[in-house]
């Protein structure tokens, strides 16, 4: 398995907390600050980087914020890919039961190819059949995709405010912070706050409910931020585990509607249609 965030940002840390300079601790910890980052912990690296430059943040309390954001979202992988384990094995297992049909009928009575490959209704029937499956197989490939997914959003959020915690604790002004952290990380909803924390909309609107009131009572908002980064890595794990138990469910969808249809179609169809034809061409025989 590839060392995670959670796994080598705490190296820089300690170089940093050393007395170290940034580029040296980068280098000397064997990592490097992504260049063209493409995923949300990524560009919370990034932009740790290049926050501590622009508003003096320090970059040591940023990065240990991200590595705990990466460990949350490790771990709600782990949890996310061991309850989906066997929802998934059945889901695949599903999708070829149009063939298994087809194999079956053509094990019983060998006449149920002769049937689909040499007859128009043959012909009808593999095109529902193959239809069927088609749609089965793609409807259950988002149900599981979208399982899969469950959760991840929250990365973003659990990155975000602990880097406006973070930035917050340097000295920043809150709408200085939240911008800095909004444009940094690409996320247009977060450098929107801004603007202004009121009618904020999801997924930031925890941390607007968590800057707003503190502000407004002059007090620090960053103990309500790590709290927002903290239940949102635990809401990402919910989501994972209730996505995985309903995937059981939602898989009954294409099944019934779908791939038992093909199987129907393309296994049970031909079959009666070869057995009563011979029985009926034995009896003409006769």
């Known amino acids: 398995m590839s060392e995670g965030w959670d796994q080598s940002l705490p190296r820089v840390v300690g170089l940093l907390r050393a007395g170290l300079p940034s580029a040296d601790a980068w280098a000397r910890a064997g990592v490097e600050v992504p260049a063209s980052p493409d ?4 560009r919370a690296v990034a932009a740790a980087d290049a926050l501590a430059v622009r508003t003096g943040a320090p970059l040591a309390s940023m990065l240990l914020a991200i590595a705990e954001a990466g460990a949350d979202a490790r771990e ?6 061991a309850a989906l384990a066997g929802p998934r094995l059945s889901a695949r297992v599903l999708m070829w039961l149009p063939v298994a049909g087809l194999a079956l009928g053509a094990l019983v009575d060998a006449r149920t190819l002769r049937v689909l490959a040499l007859t128009p ?3 009808v029937l593999l095109g529902i059949g193959g239809a069927l499956t088609w749609a089965g197989r793609a409807w259950t490939a988002r149900i599981v995709a979208r399982a899969g997914a469950a959760g991840g959003e929250a990365d973003a959020v659990v990155a975000g405010a602990a880097l406006v915690a973070a930035a917050l604790e340097a000295g920043a002004s809150v709408p200085g912070a939240v911008r800095a952290v909004g444009e940094a990380l690409g996320e247009p909803g977060l450098a929107s706050l801004a603007d202004g924390m009121e009618g904020a909309d ?3 609107d925890g941390v607007a409910r968590a800057v707003l009131p503190a502000v407004r009572a002059g007090a620090s908002p960053v103990a309500s931020l790590e709290a927002v980064s903290r239940a949102a890595a635990r809401r990402a794990r919910t ?16 099944l019934a509607l779908c791939l ?27």
């Open 39 to 42: 995923g949300t912990l990524e």
């Open 76 to 81: 709600a992988d782990a949890l996310r890919r």
């Open 121 to 123: 209704l043959g012909w």
């Open 202 to 204: 999801p997924p930031w």
């Open 239 to 254: 989501e994972a585990a209730v996505a995985a138990g309903e995937l059981g469910v939602r898989v009954a969808l294409p």
């Open 260 to 286: 038992l249809p093909a199987f129907l179609a393309v296994g049970l169809a031909p079959l009666l249609v070869a057995v009563v034809g011979g029985s009926v061409l034995a009896g003409g025989g006769g």
